[in-house]
C-alpha cells in the first residue's frame, strides 16, 4: 500500500500527521472527489488536497531538507530520481507484477523489466544513495518500488538487495511499517 | 519519441533551446552516463544535467507561469496531474502498448486500462483544463500519453477526445511536431 510511503516520509522529516482509513469496499464511490482514480494514498494539509503519491513526496519534500537538499540542481536530481522509480521502474514493475499475480508468470514484460533492474543495479553499484551522497525522498521512493516481494526476488542484484537494506533499516521506515501493521489489524479488527 | 515534450515546453513557455541527436544505435552505451536508461530525452541547462521527461517538465515549469501557475496550491496540483499522467494512466497505457506491439492485442491490462480511461473521462467531462481553468505543463504531459495513436483509439471517450483536439491544436504543440518530423527527416538523410 503505497500510504506507507507517506507515514515513512513524515517520520523521516519529524513532521506530525494523522492517518485516515477509507474502506477498500465502494471506493469507486466514497472517495472519487478526493481521489479520482480510487487509490489511495491520497492527504490534506491545510487547504490543499493531493493525490498521487508522487506529488504528495514532493510536497513534503518541499517543507525540508530532511527529505531533499536544498540546491537547485540536487532538487532537479531528486525530482529525475522520483520520476525515474515511478516511470522508469515502476512502469513495468507494477504491470509485471500484476500480470504475475493475473497467472502469467512468463509474459511478454520480463525482458523489459529484467532490463531496467540490471541498468539499476549499475548505479547503484557505484553510490550509497541516488542523489548527493546522502538519503533523500527519491531513495524512500525507490525502494518502497523495488522491496515489493516478487520485484525484489526476481534475479541476484546484490547492490540493489544492500541498497533496500540500507534504506529500510532506518528508523523511521521501521516505526512507519510497524504502524501501518497496526493500522491495518484495528482496522481489520473493527470490520470483524 | 517524448522529447516532443521538452520542445512543446519550450516553445510554451518561448524557451530558447537547441535539439542534439543521439544515434539509437549503440544507445546502450553511447550516452549511459547522461542516462543510465539508455533512454530520451535529457537535457542539459547550463551545470545542470537531467533526465527523466516528467522531472525535465517539472524544470522547465519552475521558469515560468506559461507552464505552471506561481500559486504553492495550485503548483502542487500541478505535480499532482504530471505524475497522475506518468503513474496513474501511462503506468498502464505504455505496458499495454508493448504488450499490444508484441503480438498481443488482448491481454490482462485491458480492463484496467479503460478503467483508468473511463475515470479520466469523467474528470474531462467537467473541465477543459487539469489546474486551475488554466493550461498547464500537466495538460502538455496528459496530452502527451493519451494521444498515443492506439491508446487514443481504443474506446469512444468524447471529452477525452475534444481534450486532446484543444491542446494538440495549440500553435506551441503544431510547431514542436513539425520541427521534430523535420529533424527526424534530416537524421533518417543523413544516415542512409
Redesign the interface.
Known amino acids: 500500500m503505497r500510504d506507507l510511503r507517506l507515514r515513512w516520509a513524515c517520520e523521516e522529516a519529524g513532521l506530525p500527521y494523522n492517518v485516515q482509513t477509507i474502506p477498500f469496499e465502494d471506493r469507486e464511490t466514497n472517495h472519487?472527489m478526493l481521489q479520482?482514480?480510487?487509490?489511495v494514498p491520497f492527504m490534506s494539509d491545510g487547504?490543499?488536497q493531493?493525490?498521487?503519491?508522487?506529488?504528495c513526496l514532493?510536497?513534503l519534500a518541499q517543507k525540508t531538507e530532511k527529505l531533499m537538499p536544498r540546491c537547485a540542481?540536487e532538487q532537479?536530481?531528486t525530482?529525475?530520481w522520483?520520476?525515474?522509480a515511478?516511470?522508469?521502474i515502476?512502469?513495468?514493475s507494477?504491470?509485471?507484477w500484476?500480470?504475475n499475480i493475473?497467472g502469467?508468470a512468463e509474459?511478454?514484460?520480463t525482458k523489459?523489466l529484467s532490463n531496467?533492474l540490471d541498468?539499476?543495479e549499475?548505479?547503484l553499484s557505484e553510490r550509497d544513495w541516488l542523489v548527493a551522497d546522502t538519503f533523500t525522498v527519491a531513495d524512500l521512493l525507490m525502494a518502497d518500488v523495488l522491496r515489493v516481494p516478487s520485484v525484489r526476488a526476481y534475479g541476484n542484484r546484490p547492490a540493489t538487495e544492500a541498497y533496500i537494506i540500507r534504506t529500510t533499516d532506518r528508523p523511521a521506515f521501521k516505526k512507519a511499517y510497524a504502524d501501518q501493521m497496526v493500522h491495518f489489524e484495528l482496522a481489520d479488527a473493527s470490520r470483524a
Not at 493531493?50 to 506529488?55: N, T, V
Open positions: 472519487l479520482p482514480f480510487g487509490q487547504e490543499l493531493l493525490f498521487e503519491s508522487g506529488a514532493l510536497y540542481i532537479a536530481h525530482n529525475q522520483i520520476f525515474s515511478l516511470n522508469s515502476e512502469i513495468v507494477v504491470p509485471w500484476f500480470l493475473s502469467n509474459n511478454d514484460l523489459w531496467r541498468q539499476l549499475a548505479i
